[in-house]
């Protein structure tokens, strides 16, 4: 188990030509970019969830979605 004061990943995030830039420290192959901070990083998890260790489950989406009549 870590330590809630662990830091496992860390995000670098730099600002280029009005766009956000990110990516893990230490493997900057694993990157993303938005136009707003949150997007770019919303996107590198999306992108790379091993990295982070989650699942993300994309059939829960399926329940959001309005029903066609």
């Known amino acids: 188990m870590h330590n809630t ?3 496992l990943n860390e995000i670098i995030a ?6 956000f830039h990110v990516h893990l420290k230490g ?3 694993i990157c993303s970019k938005g136009r707003t901070i949150m997007q770019a990083v ?3 998890i999306c992108d790379h969830p091993n990295e982070f260790n989650i699942k993300l489950n994309y059939d829960a989406l ?4 309005p029903t066609k009549n």
């Not at 730099?14 to 766009?19: Q, S, W």
């Not at 399926?62 to 979605?65: A, T």
């Open 5 to 7: 004061n662990d830091i």
């Open 27 to 29: 493997h900057p192959g």
């Open 42 to 44: 919303g996107t590198l």
């Open 62 to 65: 399926d329940s959001l979605r």
């Open 14 to 19: 730099v600002r280029k030509n009005g766009e």
